[in-house]
């Protein structure tokens, strides 16, 4: 399952680096797979645009497809299609009348003014977010061919087995993570798949700001991290697979820090967890949206993790904490940065504990879940405004952080999240905590905040 559509585009970012080079255009189709397309073309340093086509439906079958147009005068017919359902030229006019009005308005919509991507002689990496029956994807891979393009490259997160199988004869190279024997819809393999709307599209093409090689882009060219802005590295956008080294230790990690980030989240997982926590990554994609920066990282050694009783050893934990934080303030790119904590269930407890220690520099902290009760009387040391996020079905946990909650002389609330229970596996419960923690980082991760707000709850 992906966290949403830049988690998505993430993954399959990774599996296409191998395309990497100056002839390569990165094609989403919209509106869900731009979103998607967005990361990709951040990865291979890709121009980004747009496919737009129209499939031309038998006038009494609509959903049967006997053909597709795209921009610049493409036409696809499907001479079997249109002998079988009888179609007579007249027919085939009105409808292909119809979508080409259609195909001009979107594209006026979403691109505006600005020209197609030349791709005469070019791979194009057409992305979606997701192929059930391929009918879109293969128009737009047809479309692409007859544009010009040298090889074409359908790439997506999630597509029926089938379907890629009848895609192979459309595309050059079909990249999917993955195909499930059986799918019944796209959505099912999000934890958020939110509508993506033409507002969206046209700001991500607009971030997108790349110089097209061939000259068909009216977009001022890429400037480095250094020209945007100025020297400070803390300002630069990463994400990438690190190395956090607090003292001799070598912990994975993942960090990414958006551009202009005043703050980062260090998660802090539970145990049986780790930096690859499902939850914990759509939580921080939801902050990485709002601009916030987040690691991920792994607390123990594999050495470590081999006892199991230093999972639940919170002193040992709360220490790492505090040294991976001190570490991370003095790389480069994370000076000056406004430092929040985020834990889940035992993870939180150790957050909690290493709050209340002298040395501890973070400006908020966010339980999800948590076990607040493993702090002890360390509660009463904590200075960083704290939020609790708590399941109203997790009695059990919601009577801990109650209990906790009055031993915090912090800046403090309880939010309980109706229908959820301790891992927040519910529909709609997981982001329902996510946007709370998103509220919560970004009213306390500011250069100049200094009002606590209070009362939020998600009831």
Same mark, same amino acid.
């Given at each position: 399952?992906?966290?949403?559509?830049?988690?998505?585009? &993430?993954?399959?970012?990774?599996?296409?680096?191998?395309?990497?080079?100056?002839?390569?255009?990165?094609?989403?189709?919209?509106?869900?797979?731009?979103?998607?397309?967005? =990361?990709?073309?951040?990865?291979?340093?890709?121009?980004?645009? $747009?496919?737009? $086509?129209?499939?031309?439906?038998?006038? !009494?079958?609509?959903?049967?497809?006997?053909?597709?147009? %795209? =921009?610049?005068?493409?036409?696809?017919?499907?001479?079997?299609?249109?002998?079988?359902?009888?179609?007579?030229?007249?027919?085939?006019?009105?409808?292909?009348?119809?979508?080409?009005?259609?195909?001009?308005?979107?594209?006026?919509?979403?691109?505006? !003014?600005?020209?197609?991507?030349?791709?005469?002689?070019?791979?194009?990496?057409?992305?979606?977010?997701?192929?059930?029956?391929?009918?879109?994807?293969?128009?737009a891979c047809q479309v692409a061919?007859?544009?010009?393009?040298?090889?074409?490259?359908?790439? $997506?997160?999630?597509?029926?087995?089938?379907?890629?199988?009848?895609?192979?004869?459309?595309?050059?190279?079909?990249?999917?993570?993955?195909?499930? +024997?059986?799918?019944?819809?796209?959505?099912?393999?999000?934890?958020?798949?939110?509508?993506?709307?033409?507002?969206?599209?046209?700001?991500?093409?607009?971030?997108?700001? +790349?110089v097209d090689p061939a000259g068909?882009?009216?977009?001022?060219?890429?400037?480095?991290?250094?020209?945007?802005?100025?020297?400070?590295?803390?300002?630069?956008?990463?994400?990438?697979?690190?190395?956090?080294?607090?003292?001799?230790?070598?912990?994975? %990690?993942?960090? $990414?820090?958006?551009?202009?980030?005043?703050?980062?989240?260090?998660?802090?997982?539970?145990?049986?967890?780790? &930096?690859?926590?499902?939850?914990?990554?759509?939580?921080?994609?939801?902050?990485?949206?709002?601009?916030?920066?987040?690691?991920?990282?792994?607390?123990?050694?594999?050495?470590?993790?081999?006892?199991?009783?230093?999972?639940?050893?919170?002193?040992?934990?709360?220490?790492?904490?505090?040294?991976?934080?001190?570490?991370?303030?003095?790389?480069?790119?994370?000076?000056?940065?406004?430092?929040?904590?985020?834990?889940?269930?035992?993870?939180?407890?150790?957050?909690?504990?290493?709050?209340?220690?002298?040395?501890?520099?973070?400006?908020?902290?966010?339980?999800?879940?948590?076990?607040?009760?493993?702090?002890?009387?360390?509660?009463? !040391?904590?200075?960083?405004? *704290?939020?609790?996020?708590?399941?109203?079905?997790?009695?059990?946990?919601?009577?801990?952080?109650?209990?906790? +909650?009055?031993?915090? *002389?912090?800046?403090?609330?309880?939010?309980?999240?109706? %229908?959820?229970?301790?891992?927040? =596996? =519910?529909?709609? *419960?997981?982001?329902?905590?996510?946007?709370?923690?998103?509220?919560?980082? *970004?009213?306390?991760?500011?250069?100049?905040?200094?009002?606590?707000?209070?009362?939020?709850?998600?009831?």
């Amino acid at each position: 399952m992906f966290a949403d559509r830049v988690d998505a585009g &993430r993954q399959v970012s990774r599996r296409v680096m191998h395309l990497r080079g100056p002839d390569v255009v990165v094609l989403g189709l919209p509106r869900g797979g731009v979103p998607v397309a967005f =990361e990709v073309a951040r990865a291979l340093d890709a121009p980004l645009d $747009v496919i737009v $086509v129209r499939k031309l439906g038998v006038p !009494d079958q609509p959903e049967l497809g006997m053909g597709a147009i %795209g =921009e610049g005068g493409v036409r696809i017919t499907n001479p079997s299609v249109l002998r079988a359902a009888r179609v007579s030229a007249e027919e085939l006019a009105g409808v292909e009348a119809r979508e080409q009005d259609m195909l001009a308005r979107r594209t006026r919509v979403l691109r505006g !003014d600005r020209p197609p991507v030349a791709l005469a002689g070019r791979t194009a990496v057409i992305v979606d977010d997701g192929v059930a029956t391929g009918s879109t994807a293969r128009a737009a891979c047809q479309v692409a061919r007859a544009r010009g393009a040298g090889r074409v490259i359908l790439a $997506v997160p999630v597509a029926a087995a089938d379907a890629v199988e009848a895609l192979r004869g459309d595309a050059d190279e079909v990249v999917c993570v993955l195909m499930p +024997q059986w799918l019944s819809a796209i959505g099912a393999w999000y934890q958020d798949f939110r509508p993506t709307s033409d507002a969206d599209v046209r700001e991500l093409l607009a971030r997108a700001g +790349q110089v097209d090689p061939a000259g068909s882009s009216p977009d001022p060219p890429p400037r480095s991290d250094a020209a945007r802005h100025g020297s400070d590295p803390a300002r630069y956008g990463r994400d990438e697979e690190i190395v956090v080294d607090p003292g001799g230790l070598a912990l994975p %990690g993942h960090l $990414v820090l958006p551009d202009r980030a005043t703050g980062i989240v260090v998660f802090v997982h539970g145990s049986g967890s780790s &930096r690859r926590s499902p939850r914990n990554r759509y939580v921080a994609s939801v902050l990485n949206a709002a601009g916030l920066g987040t690691l991920l990282f792994d607390l123990l050694t594999w050495d470590e993790e081999a006892d199991r009783a230093n999972v639940f050893d919170i002193d040992l934990l709360a220490g790492r904490l505090v040294r991976v934080t001190a570490w991370l303030r003095a790389q480069p790119w994370g000076a000056g940065l406004h430092i929040g904590w985020f834990g889940a269930s035992t993870g939180a407890g150790a957050a909690l504990w290493a709050a209340a220690e002298p040395d501890a520099t973070v400006s908020a902290i966010v339980s999800r879940g948590g076990r607040p009760d493993l702090a002890g009387a360390h509660l009463a !040391d904590v200075r960083a405004p *704290t939020l609790l996020i708590v399941g109203d079905l997790d009695t059990v946990v919601l009577g801990l952080n109650r209990s906790a +909650q009055a031993s915090l *002389t912090c800046p403090n609330d309880l939010a309980i999240v109706p %229908g959820a229970t301790h891992l927040f =596996e =519910e529909p709609g *419960t997981l982001a329902a905590a996510a946007g709370l923690a998103r509220q919560w980082f *970004t009213d306390h991760l500011r250069p100049t905040t200094a009002v606590y707000p209070t009362n939020i709850t998600a009831r």
